[in-house]
């Protein structure tokens, strides 16, 4: 039987007010709001702005401390540090990955985010228990969001022996991207990890996100073989890199025919919009056709205490720290945290556009830039019902 109902009075990206009949979850018909009385069926959106869902591109819910007593920050001051003083701190943990990454899980949908992309840690110590964990949070919300997940090697590639073989079998597992780190830094070793990362995705038809924290020359030199990688394995628009800050700290000169390239194979990068390093300078990149998505990266747990999760928080950051002020600047932030989200994660079924899946949100505001300054408590709604308002979700699944 055929669901149908009414979204009355929306204005689609602050445009004119009009009507959405949504079919079965997805948009079906369009019309200019009219004055006649609700049906019973009908949901009045109260000339309130509607846009697409949110969307997080990067995210580690495995390794959150999110819901539990406040724990006082002790890492060291370099990346192997963090990563040694995490260990531990996972290691003292009592909580469960369940009831940690659920309840940040729930407050992120509770906020507008119906797709994320999840990193997961792999490692000879712990093996697959992080990725089988996740795999069962993304079962029990999978009415609710679109989780993707990408094997994460945090300790090392080729300097943790075993652990190839543990990003093989979560390649048999399902997961649907291979993931690496700091081919340089971490594993001193580049050719040797890029090798395995992309071997792994052309054999399983998988996508790669690769963290680069490497600075400077060193890491746009990475840039530059990520992008020869992806050619040589046919992974045109299957690729991200996040972070990048190196893009953020050498003479545009010298990083716009690195920028030209990522566009030209459709590489993607996710930045969280840090305030302690370089970042890729966003509007450039945007305007050499580079796409640039936002992603949480950690939030509350041994690398940081901060973060909630709202990606329209994190656009109103990325506007911060570029300084954008304009409306077509702040609609670039917002698309950053939506479309161009979207985009990198390869999502078919996103879009105001019809026979789309009605995943919206509605906003008390004029403008997608109010939207980003005011980041206002908003209506979630999936497959065209309301499944969150005011930042609560209307049924708890903890």
């Given at each position: ?8 009075n ?14 079965n979850?997805?948009?079906s ?12 069926s ?10 697409c ?13 999110y ?19 995490e260990r531990r701190v996972?290691?003292?943990?009592q909580a ?8 940040l ?15 997961v840690?792999i ?24 989780l993707q ?32 780190l ?8 580049p050719?040797?990890?890029l090798?395995?990362v ?11 996100d690769i963290?680069?924290h490497?600075?400077?020359?060193l890491?746009?030199w990475q ?5 020869d ?26 990083v ?10 459709g ?5 969280s ?18 796409n640039v ?9 041994a ?7 709202d990606m ?9 720290r ?11 932030a ?14 078919e079924d996103y879009?105001?556009a ?13 403008t ?31």
């Amino acid at each position: 039987m055929t669901q149908r109902h009414w979204l009355r009075n929306v204005r689609p990206y602050g445009a004119p007010a009009e009507d959405l009949l949504i079919e079965n979850g997805v948009l079906s018909q369009r019309r200019p709001a009219c004055d006649t009385p609700l049906a019973a069926s009908d949901v009045d959106g109260h000339n309130q702005m509607l846009t697409c869902a949110l969307v997080e591109s990067h995210v580690h819910l495995d390794k959150t401390l999110y819901g539990q007593p406040w724990r006082p920050n002790s890492a060291g001051p370099t990346l192997k540090d963090y990563i040694s003083n995490e260990r531990r701190v996972l290691r003292e943990v009592q909580a469960p990955i369940a009831e940690r990454a659920g309840a940040l899980l729930e407050n992120c949908i509770a906020r507008g985010s119906l797709t994320m992309r999840c990193h997961v840690d792999i490692d000879p110590e712990f093996g697959l228990r992080h990725v089988e964990a996740m795999q069962q949070l993304r079962e029990r919300y999978r009415d609710l969001i679109d989780l993707q997940l990408v094997v994460f090697p945090q300790t090392g590639l080729i300097s943790r022996p075993g652990t190839a073989e543990l990003m093989r079998e979560a390649m048999l597992l399902g997961v649907e991207n291979v993931g690496g780190l700091d081919p340089c830094g971490i594993d001193n070793d580049p050719v040797a990890q890029l090798d395995i990362v992309f071997r792994l995705a052309a054999e399983f038809g998988r996508g790669v996100d690769i963290h680069l924290h490497d600075k400077g020359e060193l890491g746009v030199w990475q840039v530059a073989l990520i992008a020869d990688y992806t050619e040589r394995f046919g992974l045109q628009n299957r690729v991200m890199i996040s972070h990048a800050y190196c893009l953020g700290m050498l003479p545009w000169a010298q990083v716009k025919p690195v920028a030209q390239r990522l566009a030209a194979l459709g590489i993607s990068l996710m930045s969280s919009a840090p305030a302690d390093c370089a970042v890729p300078p966003f509007l450039a990149l945007r305007e050499t056709g580079v796409n640039v998505c936002l992603g949480s990266d950690g939030i509350r747990d041994a690398w940081s205490p901060m973060g909630n999760g709202d990606m329209l928080e994190r656009a109103m950051l990325l506007a911060f720290r570029f300084d954008l002020g304009k409306d077509e600047e702040l609609a670039a932030a917002f698309d950053a945290a939506t479309v161009n989200g979207a985009q990198a994660l390869g999502l078919e079924d996103y879009g105001f556009a019809m026979g789309r899946r009605a995943d919206f949100l509605l906003m008390p505001v004029e403008t997608l830039g109010e939207a980003v300054v005011s980041r206002p408590l908003r209506q979630v709604y999936r497959g065209g019902e309301l499944i969150a308002s005011g930042g609560r979700l209307l049924s708890s699944r903890l």
